[in-house]
């Protein structure tokens, strides 16, 4: 049988990328050209406790050669060629166009375009993107995970069909239920939209469906079939606290499965946020949970772009969040219950799925720990209790939920994982996606940032900038388009195809000092079908 971590990890080429490093950025003295720079710990989702510092200190390799001398010396450099970055970033690149009518109605979405780019090995961030058949709508979603994969792979795997469920009417809950008891095929609840890479874990495949069962069952109890309509927000609130509540009970029972036992438990010890949209004609919700983001394209009368942001980060910057969280707790956890900008000074995100370690008491971690297998029983970081740890649950995975009627001038969403916020401002990840899917650039003057800039260089800018607009874009896909632009933006905004090759080059064990994750769903809307939806009203 398989090693279990092919079977828990996606193909991310991590083969053929480690081949190309190895020939692009090579050195006698590697650490002086690809030593990486200081990282605060304010960089990191995790901080690690002083007393398990070496349980994260980085791979040996790395860890000696920074800590080493360093020599004088010229190093050799050699840079990736531009097919070479052109296969690097499009190897996870997914596209889809919607048809203009899917038997129901006319779509106000016109189509996708997704993409990752990896910098933890193996990749933590999932998306996931499905049309819903039995109601009306689209889902698209991008989930960050961290402490591992597991928890977000689970999560974009089964968090659309918890969707699709609350939103089903009472019939089609009991017909579904009736197909089940009699053997029946089952009505089809989601078309999934997927990458190769995208996979599902057929192992956990009957656990999932399971308890997706049950929530239904109990839907269907809890609902006569008096009331017809579905609160669309609702749904999305239940659907998230009810995975999220499966996950922990899945550790809590275990499974006499060693392989599915140990799955289950690593799921819930990892955690993940999740930014899902679903669009319904000109009815836009956006639930979020965490530090992920969504993000609305709007072009102005004059062509220009404008960001309209349509989440709310949970984390130490969102100062209702932390407010929150003092008032769910006693008076006396003020001071400890976030600290260092950080949820008892661990963790980053303020709401997450998972993270059974601030949502269990202490006596409930205990048991499944020493109850579980002894890969779980041996990990210090599943045996350590967080620091001033009084009052659990401290997390949530509660989203909140946003609402936003389209209008013809909403042209895109823009989904994606805190990866590509660190590294770009709302407003250019807007334009650049809008001048993009348009085709229309509009000249400001440049901008150098309070750099001394000569002549030359100048008429370089300006160079550049007219080879720019002159040339057809490379990327078919918005999302590699915007991810060029995160990783090979110069200072003065200019994608440099040095920096691109360098930042790409870079091994895996020290990509994740320079970035994160990056993960984007753009989603392009259709104008003419939102704006005869207006008019009709």
Known sequence: MPA??????????????????????????????????????SHLRYTPHPAYATFYRPKDSWWQYTQGRRYASTPQKFYLTPPQVNSILKANEYSFKVPEFDGKNVSSVLGFDSNQLPANAPIEDRRSAATCLQTRGMLLGVFDGHAGCACSQAVSERLFYYIAVSLLPHETLLEIENAVESGRALLPILQWHKHPNDYFSKEASKLYFNSLRTYWQELIDLNTGESTDIDVKEALINAFKRLDNDISLEAQVGDPNSFL???????????????????????????????????????????????????NDHNAQNEREVERLKLEHPKNEAK??????????????????????????????????????????????????????????????????????????????????????????????????????????????????????????MHGLLTERRAKMSSVFEDQNAATHLIRHAVGNNEFGAVDHERLSKMLSLPEELARMYRDDITIIVVQFNSHVVGACQNQE
């Not at 965490?290 to 004059?302: F, I, K, N, T, Y």
Request: net charge neutral; hydrophobic share 35%; aromatic share 10%.
């Open 4 to 41: 279990p971590t092919q079977l828990f990890f996606p193909l991310i080429r991590n083969c053929e990328l480690s081949r190309i490093y190895g020939t692009a950025c090579y050195c006698h003295h590697k650490h002086l050209c690809c030593s990486p720079p200081y990282i605060p710990q």
């Open 336 to 457: 400890s219950v976030v600290k260092q900008d950080r949820l008892l000074g661990l963790l980053m995100p303020f709401r997450a799925f998972g993270d059974v370690k601030f949502k269990w008491s202490i006596d409930l971690q205990k048991r499944v720990i020493e109850s579980g297998p002894d890969q779980l029983n041996d990990n210090e970081y599943t045996k350590f209790i967080p620091p001033n740890y009084y009052t659990p649950p401290y997390l949530t995975a509660e989203p909140e939920v946003t609402y936003h009627r389209l209008r013809p001038q909403d042209k895109f969403l823009v989904l994606a994982t805190d990866g590509l916020w660190e590294t770009m401002h709302r407003q250019d990840v807007v334009r650049i996606v809008g001048e993009h899917l348009t085709g229309m650039h509009h000249q400001q003057p440049i901008a150098v940032g309070g750099y001394k800039v000569t002549l030359g260089q």
């Open 261 to 311: 036992n140990y799955l289950v438990l690593r799921v819930a010890f990892s955690g993940a946020t999740a930014c899902v949209a679903h669009v319904d004609g000109v009815d836009l919700h956006v639930a979020n949970t965490g530090d992920s983001r969504a993000m609305l394209g709007v072009q102005e009368e004059d062509g220009s772009w404008s960001a309209v942001t349509l989440s």
